[in-house]
């Protein structure tokens, strides 16, 4: 099997490269290294570019006529970024995905798996969600997500597409053989900002402290990406019996969490159990933020055969071991923006 990874020279494009190699299914990689990073792409084959270059797409599918699927995992993730350069999130994760879609089904791949977010919904009481949880997006990053799952449904009654929505939840830790790890060097999230609080002896502020959680910090599913990439390989291994061609239904979202809520507090404590302690304090939420939410759902292991294997702590672990050693393999230039691709 060989697959389309866009955005895979990223954080969780390149981790999920790794996975289908480990399982032999051959990445072809799409990136236009905006943040991606060329040492993830060592020895696979990579076209750099962007996923809106209709010319570049037909010449990948043309080298690799055995592509089979696609996955779609290129998109700007800063929440608070959204809120203050909307027409940025909107251009990059909607715009230039409309375009990307028209290519892969013009070169006549139907299947595509979608790199979501948990972000999409509106949690319940207790901060749970399933796939039927309400949709409603909060910050224009979240909005990115949800238009283009919209935009997948509308599609797939209008053509051959099929589509597999993975909703991710909050994706922590590194390859656990260290192949490839988080690039950002200030990351926003809150593990990076733990780390880097522990590494250069300052603060870490927990944003935001009077959600109503069991102790006022937003609640988290924190999934380990390499968790996370076996998902993606299944899915890729399970798509056509998980949306049979000319079947009943075309499209379909799974959560990809551990169903197990964190508080940004636990958090903090979890890391002091894994490396040690760090100073804290408390200050105001972020701009776009919410409480969070957790999965309850049950989806991700009935169709994809597939459950976490990883704990927090095992994430914050891989974490630090890759902080420790990404300058060495990436050099000065480790980006200081996200892009979840």
């Known amino acids: 099997m060989k697959v389309l990874v866009a955005g895979g020279a ?8 790794s996975a289908c190699l480990d399982e032999g299914i051959e990445p072809v990689i799409l990136d236009s290294l905006c943040t991606g990073r060329v040492e993830f792409t060592r020895e696979r084959a990579f076209y750099r570019g962007d996923i809106a270059d209709a010319a570049l797409l037909d010449r990948i599918f043309t080298d690799h006529p055995d592509i089979t699927a696609v996955l779609h995992a290129a998109a700007l993730i800063v929440v608070p970024e959204s809120v203050s350069e909307p027409l940025r999130y909107y251009r990059e994760n909607v715009a230039k995905s409309l375009d990307f879609l028209d290519h892969v089904l013009r070169n006549g791949v139907t299947r595509y798996v979608f790199s979501s977010s948990a972000a999409i919904y509106r949690a319940g009481a207790d901060f749970s969600v399933d796939e039927s949880s309400p949709i409603e997006p909060v910050s224009p990053y979240a909005r990115t997500k949800a238009m283009m799952e919209s935009v997948l449904a509308d599609t797939a009654r209008a053509t051959p597409l099929r589509a597999l929505s993975l909703r991710y939840f909050n994706p922590i830790g590194a390859d656990p053989r260290l192949r490839t790890g988080l690039q950002v060097v200030r ?6 900002r733990l780390i880097d609080a522990w590494t250069g002896g300052g603060e870490f502020s927990i944003t935001g402290t009077d959600w109503p959680t069991r102790d006022g910090s937003g609640i988290r599913d924190y999934i380990h990406v390499w968790d996370l990439a076996r998902a993606h390989v299944q899915a890729l291994r399970r798509f056509d019996e998980i949306l049979p061609p000319g079947g009943d239904h075309a499209v379909e979202a799974v959560n990809l969490g551990t169903g197990d809520g964190t508080t940004v507090r636990e958090l903090v404590a979890a890391f002091a159990e894994a490396v040690g302690p760090v100073r804290s304090r408390e200050a105001p939420p972020r701009p776009g933020d919410g409480p969070g939410a957790f999965t309850r759902s049950t989806r991700s292991r009935l169709l994809l055969d597939w459950k976490p294997e990883y704990s927090v702590v095992d994430g914050i672990r891989h974490a ?6 990404r300058d060495e393999l990436l050099g000065s230039g480790s980006h200081r923006h996200e892009l979840l691709g």
Not at 187 to 192: E, F, N
């Open 10 to 17: 990223g954080f969780i494009g390149s981790t999920v490269a």
């Open 320 to 325: 630090v071991q890759w902080c420790r050693i």
């Open 187 to 192: 990351p926003t999230h809150a593990l990076g």
